[in-house]
């Protein structure tokens, strides 16, 4: 697997990033329909992702920091 699938300036398209974002949309869209059959609103559904996603954000930048936490302990401002 190619870690990077193209660059353009200064933005770059790494795989595991589009693989995660395939696999959330495909996650949303299969619950999304299953939804519908046990009474759920897409709304919620939509509205949990939301959650899931910002959740995800801050919990490994949460964790990175944690992990690293000697770098930021000597320079705080980072």
Known sequence: MFPNLFTIGPFTLHSYGLLVAIGFITGITI?????????????????????????????????????????????PLE
Not at 41 to 63: P, T
């Open 31 to 75: 619950t999304t329909k299953l939804g519908k059959y046990e009474g759920i609103s897409s709304e919620k559904i939509m509205d949990m992702g939301f959650i899931i996603v910002l959740s995800a954000i801050l919990g490994s930048r949460l964790l990175y920091v944690i992990i690293n936490s000697r770098y930021f302990i000597q320079n």
